[in-house]
């Protein structure tokens, strides 16, 4: 039997919550998933272990708990820190294994009902399963479903994962897991609960991070190694790409069901979304974003007095720029951490105001200098025309753009929120198109084969294994089953039909 409590009272504005110009023109970020096994403690830890990976989506949180004889859940909108530092909260989580997840939502819209760790009721017991990434097949596979009488509860591609392991005709549970698993396309990283066992697993190409940690004895899965700094837990190793982990009462079980694969991590976990404390395939992400911005420097040197990242994302790259280029490293933004995204209701005139409600120029090291900005990536570029005017008019002589990536052409599919190519500056303009539209003296981005370069890698076609980098190549590793459909002339013409 399932305890749930979930908090739904939000007003309409809060639950519509407001994506201001700023945020628009980010890269969004995907989600965070955490699992302890065995530890008394275990819903507090998982709390903890969910405030590390904070970063990775703000839009909800959850954690669902077994106590041996019932499951426990907790699911809310909003930050982890509003819900599950509170006392009474954990409280209602006994038990000491769990699971927990952040989410910031790339399928499915921000509702209480598509906050995970989602949980069902199967033949076998309760079943709750949290997910980093994207199907690329879940449109596909939801419409089967329903189309044999399955009842959808969410709109994220998740409750799939659920459906599929419900309807799999095998005896033992981990081989129900396992027939799912064989139907998905895309990426993911799960946590998953039963009532005897935690389970991670990896997607075949290992796209999405997945670490395994132990504290006291305990084992855990985690998105990142930074949620086990900061419990104090011992880093183990990664699950590998295509691997399932399973912890029980008799120890761990590894299954490898997968035919062997060379893996491809996303890129985008060392360039932006992972921790820059964090340990990612055994390179620190905060090393290789200064490696990244040595080679911009050697790559696009720019004749400048200061070198100014634009907060936070920047401030690895900016320091590597800054000491291969020797020019000094100056704070000329200055980032305001407490404007939350419900802040106010923005009038048209607030709007306009947008990027100093985060951002506000240090004037004293911007008037009369030439400064060369350095942003980790550039998508639509309205914030880039925001900040440079805001330094130009903080007084600096010059402005010079400098982006730490190389520029990006293609659509994300794989969990990162990402506009449709017509919405990509780098898409649909040419350099100087990109560097008039911004209103830079010049601008510059990293080369794929200096991002490479900036790993530890011999180029991107060394004989090495690489990365998912499709957002600058367009080499999308996997197939992309509902965007296929999607294009195809026999859905163009249903979508047609519905319009009229």
């Known amino acids: 039997m399932q305890t749930q409590r979930a908090s739904g009272a939000q007003s309409d504005a809060e639950l519509n919550l407001l994506t201001d110009e700023l945020n628009a023109d980010r890269l969004r970020e995907e989600c965070g998933v955490f699992g302890i096994f065995g530890h008394p403690d275990a819903a507090a830890i998982t709390a903890l272990g969910l405030h590390a990976l904070q970063h990775r989506g703000q839009e909800a949180a959850g954690i669902v708990s077994y106590d041996g004889s019932r499951f426990h859940s907790e699911r809310r909108l909003g930050l982890v820190g509003d819900t599950f530092s509170r006392r009474d909260v954990i409280d209602r989580l006994p038990g000491t294994v769990a699971v927990g997840h952040v989410r910031y939502s790339t399928t499915g819209e921000t509702v209480l009902r ?186 696009s040197p720019a004749d400048a007095d200061v070198v100014v990242p634009v907060p936070d994302s920047g401030v690895p790259a900016a320091l590597g720029y800054s000491q291969a280029a020797g020019i000094p490293y100056e704070l000329g933004i200055i980032r305001n951490h407490y404007v939350g995204r419900t802040f106010i209701q923005p009038t048209q005139s607030i709007r306009e105001l947008g990027v100093r409600m985060k951002h506000n120029a240090n004037r004293a090291v911007i008037q009369g200098k030439r400064i060369v900005l350095i942003d980790d990536s550039l998508v639509r570029g309205t914030t880039s025309v925001k900040i440079v005017r805001m330094m130009r008019e903080a007084g600096a002589k010059e402005v010079h753009f400098r982006i730490a990536s190389p520029p990006i052409t293609h659509p994300d599919y794989y969990g990162i929120d990402t506009p449709e190519r017509d919405k990509l500056l780098a898409a649909v303009h040419d350099l100087e198109g990109m560097r008039r539209f911004i209103d830079a003296d010049s601008l510059a981005f990293l080369s794929i084969e200096g991002l490479y370069r900036a790993m530890g890698e011999g180029g991107r076609d060394a004989q090495r294994p690489q990365f998912t980098d499709h957002c600058f190549t367009g080499d999308y590793p996997t197939a992309l089953t509902d965007r296929a459909a999607q294009d195809s002339p026999t859905r163009q013409l249903s979508l047609l039909a519905e319009a009229s």
């Open 114 to 299: 598509n906050v995970q760790p989602l949980f069902a009721e199967l033949n076998g017991g309760g079943f709750a399963v949290g997910h980093n990434g994207n199907l690329t097949n879940g449109l596909t596979l939801r419409r089967h479903l329903v189309a044999e009488g399955a009842m959808m509860q969410s709109t994220t591609d998740t409750e799939v994962i659920l459906h599929l392991v419900a309807r799999a005709r095998r005896g033992r549970f981990i081989d129900k897991f396992v027939d799912a698993l064989r139907q998905l396309e895309g990426s993911y990283s799960l946590v998953a609960l039963t009532n005897k066992k935690l389970i991670g697993a990896r997607d075949p190409l290992g796209i999405r991070p997945l670490v395994i940690g132990e504290l006291d004895g305990c084992p855990i899965f985690t998105s990142e190694t930074c949620a086990l700094d900061i419990i104090g837990a011992r880093y183990v190793r990664e699950v590998e790409n295509g691997e399932v982990v399973v912890y029980d009462d008799d120890g761990v079980h590894t299954l490898k069901p997968f035919p062997a694969m060379a893996p491809r991590p996303c890129i985008f976990e060392y360039i932006y979304f992972a921790r820059p404390d964090s340990v990612v395939s055994g390179r620190s992400v905060y090393q290789i974003r200064k490696n990244v911005g040595r080679e911009l420097a050697t790559e």
